[in-house]
Each structure stands twice: as structure tokens, then as C-alpha cells.
């Protein structure tokens, strides 16, 4: 494999930036380009995280949101998985230096290897985009099965531009990731279509590459 191949060249997941030789640089990008430190921090208060709630952070890359959910709500058990080991070995050091206790799991989305009804809250951050349009409608539907009832769904992705200038942003971000279903305004269906209810998109953010969206959805 060359340093310009994308990593699970037969197109299970878009990883890191892409490129494995990028991977040391998804951190400073995504505080760069994503606005990290805001977005992640109205995520961890949107999903406002109980003692008792056992939580998985799906596609959780370098293991940043997992650290802020667990140091936010110590009580918590937290686990955190994505399918790409270098970024789980990243993870793995972050929560060693920060000193709090996650599970970390290597697995796909769109096969979790959890039983029904095992998590009260999911969350995903900037993950959806990395894979297919099919593996996102399955991802949906392992996420509905493994949430418990009453559970909550609570994504950071790219979402349906405001305004010009962020619908041009957002033509970059197509070039190197699956980001349409989010630009062109799908996600919430694709929520509804897999059982989730009370979909709602609670903040946006302006960045370099276009618009990410926070949202939040229930099972019944």
C-alpha cells in the first residue's frame, strides 16, 4: 500500500483525513477546521450525562469527546470505539495522560458487537461522513437496536448550509469525504426513517469546509 492509498481500500470506511500519513494531523486540524473545542463542548452539555448511564461514543477517532464526556460525568461508563487501531492507540494515550477510565473497542458503525438495548446514550462527533450512504442507513439502525428505550442519539456532522459562502465551503468538504446526505439537509430524515423520534438540530457552526450541525434524537 502506498502513502497515497486510503486506508480499508475496499471501501469500508473513509479514515482520518483520508490518508494514513495524515492521521498525526487529525488533532490540530479538527481544533483548526472544526472548531473542536466549541462544537465538542455544547456536545458534552447537549447529552448532559447521568451517573448511572452507560454510554458509547461511536467512531470515537482520537478519543478527545470520550475524554471531556468521562471527566464531565466521572460516574459514567464510557466506551469508546472506531474501526481504525491507530487512532485507537492515540485514544488509548489520551485517557492514560488524562487519568480516567474508558473502554476502548475496535468494531465498525455499521456492526456494533453489543447486545440490544445496552447503551442509554450515543454519541457521535464528525464520524457519519466517513462512511457510505448504505453503511450509514445500517449504522442508524445498529444505533436504534443497541440504545436502550428512552434513549438519546446526539451527532456532530455536516449539515445544510445558511448561506452562500458556506455552500461553497461545503463543496471542499465533498471532495474528500461523504459529507452530501449532511449538506443537502438528509440526516434528520435518515433519523426518523430508523425508528429515532423528537429529531431535532440544535446548533450550527460556521467553519473553513461549511456548516456542522449539532442534533439530538430519541428512541421511543
Not at 502513502?3 to 483520508?18: C, F, K, M, T
Not at 447521568?50 to 466521572?74: M, N, S
Not at 448504505?134 to 443497541?146: A, F, G, H, N, P
Request: net charge neutral.
Amino acid at each position: 500500500m502506498t502513502v497515497d492509498q486510503p486506508r480499508q481500500s475496499e471501501g469500508r470506511y473513509i479514515p482520518a483525513l483520508r490518508y494514513r500519513w495524515l492521521t498525526p494531523l487529525y488533532d490540530p486540524v479538527l481544533r483548526w477546521l472544526f472548531r473542536e473545542d466549541a462544537m465538542k463542548a455544547h456536545l458534552v452539555a447537549q447529552a448532559a450525562l447521568r451517573p448511572y448511564h452507560r454510554v458509547l461514543d461511536l467512531g470515537c477517532g482520537t478519543g478527545t469527546l470520550t475524554v471531556l464526556l468521562k471527566e464531565a460525568q466521572p460516574e459514567a461508563t464510557l466506551i469508546g470505539l472506531d474501526g481504525d487501531h491507530e487512532v485507537l492507540e492515540i485514544a488509548r494515550r489520551k485517557s492514560a495522560v488524562a487519568g480516567v477510565e474508558i473502554t476502548w473497542d475496535h468494531g465498525m458503525a455499521y456492526e456494533l458487537p453489543y447486545p440490544d438495548g445496552s447503551f442509554d446514550v450515543v454519541l457521535s462527533s464528525l464520524m457519519l461522513h466517513h462512511i457510505t450512504r448504505e453503511q450509514r442507513i445500517r449504522t442508524l439502525s445498529e444505533v436504534y437496536r443497541v440504545l436502550r428505550p428512552g434513549g438519546w442519539l446526539h451527532v456532530a456532522d455536516f449539515g445544510k448550509p445558511q448561506s452562500t459562502l458556506m455552500r461553497a465551503l461545503s463543496k471542499v468538504s465533498e471532495l474528500l469525504e461523504e459529507t452530501e446526505d449532511g449538506v443537502e439537509g438528509r440526516l434528520p430524515g435518515m433519523f426518523r426513517a430508523a425508528g429515532l423520534e423528537g429529531v431535532e438540530e440544535t446548533r450550527r457552526f460556521r467553519t473553513p469546509l461549511g456548516t456542522l450541525s449539532l442534533y439530538r434524537a430519541r428512541k421511543p
